[in-house]
Structure formats: C-alpha cells, structure tokens
C-alpha cells in the first residue's frame, strides 16, 4: 500500500471521528436530560421506539462522514463544502441540546429545518463534484424530513 493511498484511509478515519464525535455529543446530551421529560410528552403514532433512533443515527453519521470523505478525495474538492459540512455537524448536534437540555421543542424545529437547508445545500454543492457524495446524504435528508415531523408533531400535541 502506498503512502499516498494509506494517508487516504486516515483521513477517511478522522472524518468518520469527527462526524461521530457530534453524534456522540448528541447522544450524550440526550441521555443526559431525556428523561423524566420525554416521558411526560404526548408523542404521534409514528414514534419510533427509543431502541431504533441509535441504529439509524449511526448508518446515517457513517453515510455523511465517507461522503464528506469522498468530497475531500476529490481533486475539486474545496474548504468551502468541507466547512459548511462541520458548521452543519454542530447544528445538527445543537438539536440534542435544544430539545432535550432546554426542552425547546419549537426551536428544535427550526434547527431541523435548518439543518435540511444545509444538508440540501450540501448534496446540491457534492453533486456536481461527487454524485455518489451526494447520493449517500440522500437517507439523511429523508430521516431528517421524517424528524422535522415528528417534531411538529410533538409541538403540537403538547
């Protein structure tokens, strides 16, 4: 294996490091301060149960970190998309605080909401570069769409 090739792998491992540091910083924070609140929430039918929400996180931060991985591997690649990738991870990870450290549920929806504006800002800027990039943060914008409902829903019945 060359070098060349092999410094491709570690840099596949921190960003794969980096995306999973702010999910385990979500996490973290929702553990935290999740209950006795969250069970006092009226919830919709379509809740998922607690048990799946860390399998698909973890599919879903894999899926960002190699496609933000594959846009820095590319030779057009530029600071711009990478930075608008990490500024999306801490809003993203600012959803765990807001909703479940603040119980700020409508300003929780409108950090998803902002969330999907980056991650739509994301796969329009990867696509030209890396369609495959842009592919993979497909099941990310559809899981957030999925959220961003959920968490309406929460809003309103509570």
């Known amino acids: 294996m060359s070098y060349k090739k ?19 910083w979500g996490g973290y924070i929702t553990s935290y301060f999740k209950e006795p609140w969250y069970s006092t929430l009226v919830k919709p039918s379509y809740n998922p149960p607690d048990w799946a929400f860390a399998p698909v996180w973890i599919s879903l931060y894999l899926l960002m970190g190699y496609s933000a991985w594959l846009m820095w591997s590319t030779k057009e690649k530029t ?13 993203n990870a600012s959803w765990s605080v807001t909703f479940f450290a603040f119980h700020q549920i409508l ?5 998803i ?25 497909l099941p990310y914008l559809a899981w957030l769409c999925f959220a961003f409902m959920l968490n309406y829903s929460i809003l309103i019945l509570n």
């Open 6 to 24: 092999s410094n491709k792998f570690v840099y596949l491992a921190l960003f794969l490091f980096l995306s999973f540091f702010m999910s385990w």
């Open 79 to 91: 600071q711009k998309i990478l930075n608008i990738y990490f500024v999306h991870l801490i809003v």
């Open 107 to 111: 300003v929780s929806l409108v950090i």
């Open 113 to 137: 909401a902002l969330i999907i504006f980056f991650v739509i800002w994301l796969i329009k800027l990867y696509y030209p570069i890396n369609k495959i990039s842009s592919y993979l943060m």
